[in-house]
Every structure is written in C-alpha cells, then in structure tokens.
C-alpha cells in the first residue's frame, strides 16, 4: 500500500509538468530582407567615403568572417530586426539583401525560419 501514494504523486507531478510547457509558437509569415547582426536595417557605413557596396555583399561580407562573435544572419522587417536562430538554413547568403517573404516561428523575439522566397515583384 506505501507504493501508491508515491505512484500517485508521480502521475500527477508528471501531467503538472506537462501542462506547464510553454505552447509551440505557430508559423507566421512576414515581409522584409535577411541583414547582418552587426548592421541591422541599415548598411549605410558601408557605403561610407564613396564606396558602392550591397546590402547583400554587406551582409555575406560581415557573416563570413570565422570567429565565434562575428555578426549573424538576422531578418528585418518594418525597422525591427529580429535574430534568427537556425543560422545555416539554406538560403539565408542567397537571399540577402533582398525583399522576401520569410515564414518561420517566433519566440522569445527570435525567429526559426522554415522557408524563404523572393517577395513578389511590385509593377
């Protein structure tokens, strides 16, 4: 009979434990360009003294560099610049500097993306 209590106890720690998972944050799509840690939404000091730089050369540029706090892969949207948390998704070099349409999850402020495409031409 002194097993019970204990097996009780488990169960009902276990479904607690459970219910208090915070939810899986749902797929979002947003509008905007994949940018670099280290310039965010602008890339103007690049273009600075007369030098005719990219968004997306500046961005290659600055996340290629090989040390572990060089700048990284972020996604800008309306002004607000958001990390990404998987950084070698295919397409994140291939599209940057570009408009796209990035569809991923959010949490905590940081995006997984699941897939990216070019943004629609505007006539």
């Not at 961005?59 to 706090?69: G, H, L, N, W």
């Not at 397409?91 to 699941?114: F, H, K, M």
């Amino acid at each position: 009979m002194s097993r019970f209590p204990a097996f009780a106890v488990a169960i009902v720690s276990l479904s607690i434990g459970a219910g208090s998972r915070p939810a899986m944050a749902a797929e979002q799509t947003w509008s905007g360009a994949i940018s670099d840690s280290m310039c965010g939404a602008s890339h103007a000091a690049m273009s600075a003294n007369g030098a005719k730089v990219t968004d997306r050369d500046c961005t290659v540029a600055c996340v290629s560099y090989q040390t572990p706090d060089s700048p990284k892969f972020v996604f800008v949207s309306q002004g607000k610049v958001y990390p990404i948390s998987n950084q070698r998704f295919g397409g994140l070099a291939r599209y940057a500097g570009q408009p796209i349409t990035l569809t991923g999850e959010i949490n905590d402020g940081t995006i997984t993306v699941s897939k990216i495409t070019a943004a629609p031409k505007t006539p």
